[in-house]
């Protein structure tokens, strides 16, 4: 599978950005997604995850109630909405998959997609 995300730039503290990840091929529902960052000079983390029906949802402590996984299977694509940013959210963020045959909690994932930059100002 590959996987393109686009969605970032600049907002200020406070505010929202919605990322989305598209996929390729027609599989999209053999997998679990999630989202990832990496900030500068820190080791890529986890942000959130997804089951390949979008029936349960994970989420980092740190952006637990401020950002939302989703995923639209027939648009073969997943979304973050992320709202109330924080300067501390800057980072590239990255999109990747998991084959749903494995638990959707299980790292790491097999596929990634380009990330895209997001910079919140203060």
């Known amino acids: 599978v590959q996987l393109q995300a686009f969605g970032g730039g600049l907002v200020q503290a406070g505010g929202s950005l919605r990322l989305s990840c598209v996929a390729s091929?027609?599989?999209?529902?053999?997998?679990?997604m999630g989202w990832f960052r990496q900030a500068p000079g820190k080791e890529r983390e986890f942000v959130a995850l997804i089951n390949w029906s979008g029936g349960s949802t994970y989420y980092a402590d740190s952006v637990k109630g401020r950002f939302t996984i989703s995923r639209d299977n027939a648009k073969n694509t997943v979304y973050l909405q992320m709202n109330s940013l924080k300067p501390e959210d800057t980072a590239v963020y990255y999109c990747?998959?998991?084959?749903?045959?494995?638990?959707?909690?299980?790292?790491?994932?097999?596929?990634w997609g380009q990330g895209t930059k997001v910079t919140v100002s203060s």
């Open positions: 990747a998959a998991k084959r749903s045959s494995v638990y959707y909690i299980n790292f790491p994932y097999d596929y």
């Open positions: 091929g027609r599989t999209f529902s053999s997998y679990h």
